[in-house]
């Protein structure tokens, strides 16, 4: 049978929502294109609900809602293959976003990491390696293997923020090499060189803002941090996201003719002494008082010190902040012989190799698995990044886990003084960082195993209980040990069909529900499309458990990343939508969980989707839930239930060949 072709649709659609230059954002849901329309005046509204192809067209919640049913992602695919709305050309969608700024920060960071994370991992490996070169007595003086390999991994590090920098370019829709030239004006050897040079005065002496003025420009001091920004990350997305900013508003007022010259030269002249002078030192500033704070906290408490430096530390790394204590560990071990600083640090990395464990035993999801074990093997050799932007911050809960692992740990090797003699290799390795150079191995030297052991221990089992959450969206939502269970039996009452019925009924294609709540006619349902039935015949739930199960022995043929709806086809043909909530696709995926892949053969009585209905209605949005017969034409007739209500696993619909 030939593949249907969309293009004449496709194109017949965006002519009559006013062109591509009419569309400020599209967006689609499992029957409908959400389109951000500038004008929606200019959209023949009366020709799109009456052109073969759409079922109808809604106008809600400031969107511009053409209607098209099962074809709907095939219909979206074409129009991002014909038209720019596809290469990212267009202005921004002004589609609201509720997220709160961290999770947008989290989301923003994470994702630049995404397009390299494997390199990143694999040059970690070869750190590693390094490592234990290091360990049988090589150096790059006396090794050419040991040279080699360690600029092979540490090269991608050293110059990360340029990695960062062609995405952060990307995401912000900025000329890439213009981004470019900014960010490699961070790692210019002259910056960090700096520190070399004479001091001309001193800010704010005396104080934790105390910072060595080098050189300055127009007679304003220019305030460098004394190691550079080689592997900084934060200032580098601020000054390319300011960089594009300048670079839009310098192109819409120089003259196309000088623009492809003039728009970089200006763009570059003003972000990069911007840069240096108000994002650089803001950083350096609040590295200098993170410092004060932990050393005012040490002589306070030394396992108040130990919990929340050792907790806080992947994130200080994240921000680039963390550069106000390293230098300060360097000086107390010059001047002491120990120091408890970096030796609180190398702790960080053990949980997040507990958790990643825990991943590889109790997640599916191919993508996790691919990242993990590597990441995994980096965390041994004391290299985090991988995990931290491929999978920790992505996933949220389990980066809270390995802070709450190191909260723990870290308390407990403050608690024992735990000092370290030397600074050298990482992760496993660091152990022997912590031998007294003259008693050899002390209490500091058993304490910090116990520590590593004792985060590895914690951020295994902390993430053993607690669900995996999916990395992608179309993956299963949680990993568990409970998820693998498949009951035998299920709780009945008069009511209530049990699994063995609810496959038999199937079979006769008797649909169960599957979800607990009121029963409505298809006309209550708080949408026209849906009311109307041009989707199909069906009924409307009000729920009352935020639980979606099969209604029969099928197959999940559709199912939208955010969770709030799910389509398939059971296996005497019978084909269901089954629609949680209206205008759901506004959360997100926030308060839905996705237990199934599509594509999946399910079983009656088997979970689906969880879902919160609190959290829709907190949003301001109706928890109706249309069950809709999508191919109705199929059947002479569909007749519901007559019961006002049913629970998962009720009788609820026939479909009558």
């Known amino acids: 049978m030939p593949k249907k072709d969309y293009t004449a649709l496709t194109k017949d659609i965006m002519e009559h929502v ?49 209607v098209i049913g099962n074809d709907v992602t095939n219909v979206y ?17 002004n589609e609201q976003d509720d997220r709160s700024f961290l999770d947008k920060f989290i989301d923003l ?17 070869i750190k590693g390696i390094v490592a234990i070169l290091g360990i049988m007595g090589m150096t790059a003086d006396n090794s050419g293997l040991y040279f080699l390999l360690q600029a092979a991994g540490d090269g991608f590090f050293q110059f990360l923020p340029i990695m960062v920098a062609v995405n952060a370019a990307q995401k912000f829709k900025m000329n ?46 220019v305030i460098l941090p004394q190691r550079g920004y080689y592997s900084t990350i934060i200032p580098i997305i601020i000054a390319i996201w300011l960089g594009s900013v300048i670079e839009k508003w310098a192109k819409n007022r120089i003259p196309q003719v000088v623009s492809s010259f003039l728009t970089p030269f200006i763009t570059v002249l003003i972000t990069v002494p911007l840069a240096f002078t108000v994002i650089g030192p803001v950083a350096n500033w609040l590295s200098s008082l993170i410092a004060a704070g932990f050393m005012g906290l040490y002589g306070f408490s ?21 550069w106000g204590l390293v230098p300060l560990g360097y000086l107390l071990l010059a001047n002491n012989g120990s120091e408890s600083i970096l030796a609180m640090t190398v702790i960080s990395t053990f949980p997040a190799i507990g958790v990643m464990a825990a991943m590889l035993i109790k997640s599916k999801e191919k993508k996790v698995r691919d990242i993990a074990l590597p990441g995994m093997i980096s965390a041994i050799f004391g290299v985090t990044e991988p995990i931290i932007y491929g999978l920790l911050l992505p996933m949220r809960k389990p980066f809270i886990y390995v802070i709450i692992a190191n909260f723990i740990a870290g308390g407990y090797a403050g608690l024992m003084h735990v000092v370290d003699y030397r600074t ?16 050899g191995l002390g209490s500091e030297f058993w304490n910090i195993l116990i520590t590593f052991a004792m985060a590895t221990v914690l951020g295994f089992v902390i993430q053993m209980i607690f669900p995996v959450p999916s990395l992608d969206p179309k993956s299963d939502t949680t990993s568990s040990a409970e998820d693998e269970m498949t009951p035998t039996t299920t709780e009945t009452n008069s009511a209530t069909v049990s699994e063995s019925e609810m496959a038999a009924s199937a079979r006769e294609e008797i649909i169960a529900s599957p979800v607990s709540g009121e ?37 999940v043929t559709a199912l939208f990343p955010t969770g709030h709806a799910i389509g398939m086809t059971t296996d005497m043909g019978t084909e269901l939508l089954i629609h949680i909530g209206i205008n759901t696709v506004q959360l997100e995926g926030k308060g839905f969980e996705i ?24 949003a301001n949005l109706s928890t109706a839930i249309p069950i809709v017969i999508t191919n109705t034409v199929d059947y002479t007739d569909v007749l519901p239930t007559t019961e006002s209500q049913v629970s998962r696993g009720d009788y609820l619909l026939t479909t009558l060949k």
């Open 18 to 66: 006013g062109g591509v230059e009419n569309v400020n954002g599209l967006r689609h849901c499992v029957t409908r294109l959400r389109f951000n329309l500038k004008d929606e005046d200019k959209a023949d509204t009366d020709y799109l609900k009456k052109r073969e192809g759409v079922v109808t067209v809604v106008k809600a919640n400031g969107q511009y809602q053409v």
């Open 77 to 93: 695919d074409r129009i991002m293959e014909i038209t720019p709305l596809g290469s990212g050309t267009t202005t921004e969608t």
């Open 109 to 125: 960071v994470s994702g630049l990491f995404q397009p390299f994370l494997m390199p990143l991992a694999a040059t970690g490996m």
């Open 176 to 221: 890439l090499f213009t981004g470019l030239a900014i960010a490699v004006a961070f790692l210019h050897p002259s910056v960090a060189a700096v520190a070399d040079t004479p001091v001309l005065y001193t800010l704010f002496s005396g104080t934790p803002l105390e910072s060595a003025i080098h050189l300055t420009a127009f007679g304003l001091p």
């Open 302 to 322: 030394p396992m108040i010190f130990g919990a929340l430096l050792t907790a806080s530390w992947q994130i200080l790394v994240i921000f680039g902040v963390h």
């Open 424 to 439: 050298g290799g990482l992760g496993i390795f660091s152990v022997l960082n912590y031998i007294h150079p003259e008693n």
């Open 519 to 555: 029963v409505h006619p298809m006309s209550d349902t708080p949408d026209e499309v849906f009311a109307s039935q041009a989707l199909g015949k069906g009924v409307m739930i009000m729920p009352t458990e935020g639980v979606v199960s099969a209604p029969a022995n099928g197959k």
């Open 595 to 618: 237990l199934v892949h599509q594509g999946d053969s399910v079983t009656a009585g088997q979970e689906l989707i969880r879902f919160d209905i609190d959290t829709i209605k907190q």
